[in-house]
């Protein structure tokens, strides 16, 4: 059975390995954004749990609070940071850029595993939201620009499923580079502005024959469904 957070998680992780390849890519044109790409991801990007934009300066609070103790570094150096999280509204791909696999289709995962397994395919289009947050808004337009050019040439990624001892990476495509981004008013020697990502996901979906079906013995877990090995025509065996 497909593992719960099978379905966007592997598209979140996906766009945190891109955010980060420009983080790791740029080129520093202020004194904080060097700071922001000498520290580890966990210290400089963040994942909010849901929608950011009514919430931005709540998330930017928390993030300022998340290590503030004993040891951790003090708050000037926790700016910048870019926090994105997932919208929660939904949509369908439309059907001229790609299309649904709605009927199942019998495939093989890779060329060592003779299981076979039904594959449908969902298509949907993502809203990514992304908050990037200084000490200036200088630093912050510095970021945002240079995300902007990065994601010219960076338009396809990869998103990783796991099914059956695989992992499979399927195709996200950024529908456009252009992030207009909106400034988001708050108190003195705080800078924060956000912007929309817009991404076509196809998400796959695997299964296997549940209990009681019919299946091709395999030992691994889960079996595949059951194939076809051999036929007899007018009497003779063959193999197909």
Do not use: C
Not at 105 to 118: A, E, I, T
Request: charged fraction near 20%.
């Amino acid at each position: 059975m497909a593992a719960a957070d099978n379905f966007l998680q592997p598209v979140i992780a996906g766009i945190a390995r891109l955010l980060e390849d420009f983080r790791t890519q740029m080129v520093p044109l202020t004194v904080p954004m060097s700071e922001w790409q000498e520290r580890p991801q966990r210290e400089a990007m963040g994942i909010a749990p849901g929608r950011m934009v009514d919430e931005a300066e709540k998330l930017l609070s928390k993030w300022l609070r998340k290590e503030a103790t004993p040891g951790a570094h003090s708050p000037s150096t926790k700016l910048p940071a870019m926090i994105m999280a997932i919208a929660h509204d939904y949509m369908p791909t439309a059907r001229d850029f790609t299309r649904q696999v709605s009927e199942p289709v019998f495939v093989r995962l890779s060329d060592d595993d003779n299981r076979v397994f039904k594959l449908r395919t969902l298509a949907t289009d993502e809203r990514v939201q992304v908050a990037v947050a200084a000490h200036d808004i200088t630093t912050v337009k510095a970021i945002i620009s240079q995300l902007e050019m990065f994601l010219e040439n960076n338009r396809r990624f990869g998103a990783e499923y796991q099914f059956a001892g695989h992992r499979i990476v399927w195709p996200v495509t950024l529908e456009t580079p252009e992030i207009p981004a909106s400034n988001v008013p708050l108190g003195d020697n705080l800078a924060l502005m956000t912007f929309d990502l817009s991404i076509k996901t196809t998400i796959p979906v695997y299964s296997a024959p549940g209990e009681g079906e019919p299946n091709d013995g395999s030992p691994l877990a889960p079996p595949g469904y059951p194939v076809v090995t051999g036929v007899a025509v007018n009497g003779e065996e063959g193999l197909v």
